[in-house]
């Protein structure tokens, strides 16, 4: 395990990247709170932070503003810093319906929610690694790291030591595992999990893909290692292992306990305001739902929306935030906020529609008070936790707001020369009169190259409708934009960098940070409206896109020329003489740079192993079994359960079940054949 971090890479900094590095490293270490980092598309800005990351040596947070960024940056600190604690932190809902109350129509919505398993094993493993005093730690994680979780000091108290030379009984440590949030299943051990066979405790670890063995002799422990849970290889062995709770949200007895003294009180007390108000619905409502949450409280340890409890579990004062991420770095963090021109204004808006449907909850009688104190950080509260102590704050983009700027005194550190010799692209605005037809035309002469484009609408349902019309002129697009779950918008622009697209349209999500360097020409429709997505900043930031590309090109579809669009030409302009006098005075020719070797789905990996390990045993079931169901099947019969097995695996793929969806696959392919050879 190393304490300090390592940077792999075969390049050096080169361009106005020293003296950028230079700067951040040296304001950091002389105190300076917040510094803001003006860097264009291409020019290296993810190595430039690797390297003040490696020189600092500090535990790290990335902030980034959704999912599809936190991966792609996720993947290219792994392939920077191998050999340290790369970890990945964001929402682990694939679906998440809150609970809310619409007074209007008297309807009561529950809450509904479909919890990732991978993504939750990520959190914990960031967890964990924070809390193993680890120095070389960089969390990349999406705004909703300043959500709620447990408390970090409950959560470290859960934490489970075990060493050959201190003595402990085998039924003591399977009580510590239970506190911790394991279960015991001694038949199908999966994460989270323990199994006992005598003397022999195995812990498939909540926050990793491997198991760990204890071996007990009496009350000494004999071994300690780690297996692979599906050959049981041994990986490693130890004198002594930290095992971390299986669960975010863990607590101590004696708070549980007086936790619900203060639940129970404050019930009272919710009651009793009811009637004074003479609201009897209401106050029979609070009564049943918080006593009926209490009993499932004391005899399963948990209950639908325990999160709205935290504070009492926390030990928390009323109106106190709840603990976040942040809470688990040192005082001497640093974190890099990437495309904060976006990020900074996501955190501010966070937490007002939080309070507006808690509100209507408590005021209806279906929560305590307390439930309002389970919300995300406030915009005030979350400068409180960054601007204090050590922490240094490193603000990242190719368009910084004023807040930035004012939180830096004005002063930025430039980069915008970039060691490939690319120019920013030429833009040229065209009328919007037939711009489909012109587009289509575009479009063609690119995919004749083997380059991509990138068209940006102004709405989803515009992304939609040009999508289904491409397509009918056999165009390889799809769209992309908030309605595309997480997963499926890593795997579009995957495709797109593949060649299995040649067009992808989307609305907003196109402009920040995306790494597509086969994209030659960006297309950007209604340029001349008013609005943030046609502002100056967004259209930088998307003209950007094509930037990476030697023959990259911007053609905005405008009537008029707005001052944003004039603003946007004209910084262009200037970025392409610096990059072109660095050029002639260096003797560079600009050439293209490679996208990710990588996937971006941080999941990627593990879905692939399971692939490997699992499709022998498939191979063997099918043969054994379902061939000879399926040579029984009629024509009508065989269109029905292929029709029917590709729905199931396509939902198994979607929710990351890897092996179902292999062992779907191969049955389909399997009637596939048999329908043909009918």
Known sequence: MHE??????????????????????????????????????????????????????RPTLILSHNKTLAAQLYAEMRAFFPENAVEYFVSYYDYYQPEAYIPQSDTYIEKDLSINQEIEKLRLSAISALLSGRRDVIVVSSVSCLYGIGNPQDFSQNAITIDKQVPVMRDDFLRQLVDSQYVRNDVDLHRGAFRVKGDTVDIFLAYADYCLRVVFWGNEIEEIYTFEPIDNHVLDEFDYFNIYPASIFCTTKARVENAIGQIRQDLADQIIYFQKEDRPIEAKRIEERVNYDLEMIQELGYCSGVENYSRYFDGREPGSRPYCLLDYFPKDMLMMVDESHVTVPQISAMSGGDAARKNNLVYYGFRLPAARDNRPMTFDEWEEAVFRDERSTVFVSATPADYELQKSGGVIVEQVIRPTGLLDPEIEVRPSKNQIDDLLEEIQQRVEKDERVLVTTLTKRMAEELDDYLRKYGVRCAYIHSDVDTIERVQIMEDLRKGVYDVLVGVNLLREGLDLPQVSLVAILDADSNGFLRDRRSLTQTAGRAARHVNGKVIMY??????????TINETARRRAIQQAYNEKHDITP????????????????????????????????????????????????????????????????????????????????????????
């Open 558 to 567: 405008a009537d008029t020329i707005s001052s944003a669009m004039r603003d």
């Open 4 to 57: 300090s971090f390592i940077l792999h890479s075969s390049y050096k900094p080169t361009g106005d990247q020293p003296e950028a590095i230079a700067q951040l490293v040296s304001g950091i270490r002389e105190g300076a709170q917040a510094q803001t980092l003006l860097g264009v598309t291409g020019s290296g800005k993810t190595f430039t932070m690797a390297n003040v990351i490696e020189q600092v040596n």
């Open 591 to 678: 050439h293209a740079v490679g996208g990710l070797t990588s996937s971006m789905n941080p999941l990627a990996a593990l879905s692939k192993a399971e692939e490997q390990n699992v499709q022998y045993e498939v191979k063997k079931m099918y043969e054994a079994v379902q061939a000879p169901i399926i040579e029984a099947m009629t024509e009508k019969e065989l269109k029905k359960a292929i029709d029917a097995t590709r729905k199931q695996m396509l939902r198994a793929a979607k929710d990351l079940d890897f092996m179902e969806a292999a062992r779907l696959r191969d049955e389909l392919l399997m009637m596939e054949k048999k329908l043909e050879n009918q």
